[in-house]
């Protein structure tokens, strides 16, 4: 199942995923002000993309061919308000919902921001807007677990399930498979990718300058 675009760099565009947002969090327990754009001042605690699946389904097709068209978001309002399915996606589904924060502290100093006083970040996949937000949920659980879980209700403590603590989790690591630097202030983005979108100052959509206007980091 995917969920936003990452070639959209417009609001119009963005809103087919209404549900894809961006919280400056104030703290880490903040939960109101979402965007769906990059925010536009520095986060005290860091800045979080939260990514909201479709809760609907059509009732017959597993996975369309893009991987979308099989779900969809409430007719209106939202599913935690309890919102109706559209007559097209009748069958209400429990929700995938992801938060990540992204620890942008040490750039909250806006003399390391541009001139004209832009955010400085951007995604790896080109888009400063924010408006390219997207994910994807590729069903990984073994046998009857997830459902033994939804049965149980579980809400953090899930006894019905084995489980492993955080720190062992992130002794699985990966290999770096491609030879490239992704550290400290770059020239350009991983990959020779391209920065594209409407910018500050800028409605046309043209491409920024080759010096890149963003801060990077690990």
């Known amino acids: 199942m995917v969920v936003g675009n990452p070639i959209y760099r417009t609001a119009a565009e963005a ?23 990059m925010p536009k001042q520095p986060c005290k605690e860091g800045i979080m993309a939260n990514v909201r699946f479709p809760t609907c389904w059509d009732g017959k097709t597993l996975d369309a061919p893009n991987h ?17 399915c559209p007559s097209t996606h009748p069958v209400r589904i429990p929700q995938v919902f992801y938060e990540v924060v992204w620890d942008t502290r040490k750039f909250n100093d806006k003399a390391l921001w541009p001139d004209d006083g832009s955010q400085p970040f951007v995604w790896s ?14 069903f990984g659980w073994k046998g009857d677990a997830l459902q033994r879980a939804m049965d149980s209700n579980c809400d953090g403590a899930c006894p019905t399930l084995k489980t492993q603590s955080i720190a062992t989790g992130n002794l699985c690591k990966q290999d770096k ?25 800028n409605s046309t959509g ?13």
């Not at 549900?19 to 754009?37: A, H, I, K, N, W």
């Not at 490239?180 to 409407?198: F, K």
Request: charged share 15%; hydrophobic share 30%; net charge negative.
């Open 206 to 218: 043209a491409l920024i300058p080759s010096v890149l206007r963003f801060v990077g980091s690990n």
């Open 15 to 37: 809103s087919k995923y209404r549900q894809l947002t961006f919280t400056c969090l104030d703290t880490m327990l903040t939960r109101t002000g979402e965007t769906s754009d």
């Open 68 to 84: 979308s068209d099989h779900v969809a978001y409430p007719a209106s309002g939202t599913f935690e308000s309890g919102g109706a």
């Open 125 to 138: 996949y080109g888009d400063f807007t924010g408006y390219g937000t997207h994910g994807d949920y590729v």
């Open 177 to 201: 498979k491609v030879a490239e630097n992704i550290d400290g202030w770059l020239s350009e983005l991983p990959g020779a990718i391209v920065v594209t979108g409407p910018q500050p100052g």
